[in-house]
């Protein structure tokens, strides 16, 4: 493993170590840590989740065309219908907001939408899912070849989805149905989120996660590259090795 020699000033050292006691770590592993985090994508709460909040003001031309696309609508909708896009009254109201300018009734226009899920938290998805992918595939692998994979360090490896009471779980979980809204995609973690209420974990897991796939990359990083799908399997100790970073620092107990 390479060293690295940084010089600071004493006061950026004094924070660090502070920082790290409150992590239960060595400011060594804490520095580590967030050089990490700066090499691969991070938690950052970059907006909060939920509702998209209607606009104050609208340019003339965008109001025109979506004006004219509710006419449209109004127009084309069955008769006696009345579903998500309303009926033909409903959609003419739509239409005269926006060409009346009522600003206080444009939440009408974005009703029902949501902040978006960053590309950047989409991101860490694909990442988790695939972190668990090849610890599922691993486990397997390991009990084929005739290594026996202890119960609960099978279920601390488990995929649990997130926490549908935390707006940006929430969300995140959502994106985990939508890639697997064809039932032919992760087929192999479906049965995780069957088993753990349909993907509601019903406590936050993101952090867990995180430093989960924390570990992963470590490992990972640490290989040679290979070419065949058995390379990128993890021994029974490197599975342990990321079960174990589910705890927090701060509550780790020094093994013998």
Known sequence: MAVLNIRVDDRVRDQLKELADGHGVTTSEYVRDLLMEALVP????????????PAETMRIVDRQVLSLLHRILGRV????????DGDLEYQLMRAKILEEGYAGEYWYETAGFR???????????????????????????????????AEKLAHQLEFRGFDHNDALEGHMAGYVGFLMRDGERWTELQPHLERNDGGNSHMPMLDTYLRMLSEFRRIMDGRERGVSRLDYLL?????ERIA?????????TSKS
């Not at 991070?42 to 909040?53: A, I, L, Q």
């Not at 989409?122 to 070849?145: A, G, K, N, P, W």
Request: include cysteine.
């Open 244 to 252: 174990d970073a589910r705890v927090h620092p701060s509550h780790r």
């Open 42 to 53: 991070v938690f950052e709460r970059e907006v909060e989740h939920g509702d998209e909040p």
């Open 115 to 149: 902040t978006e899920l960053s590309k950047r938290d989409c991101s860490r998805v694909l990442d988790i899912l695939q972190m668990f992918r090849i610890t599922t595939y691993s486990i397997s692998h390991l009990e084929s070849e005739g290594t026996p994979v």
């Open 235 to 239: 021994s029974l100790g490197e599975l």
């Open 77 to 84: 909708l069955p008769e006696e219908t009345n579903d998500v």
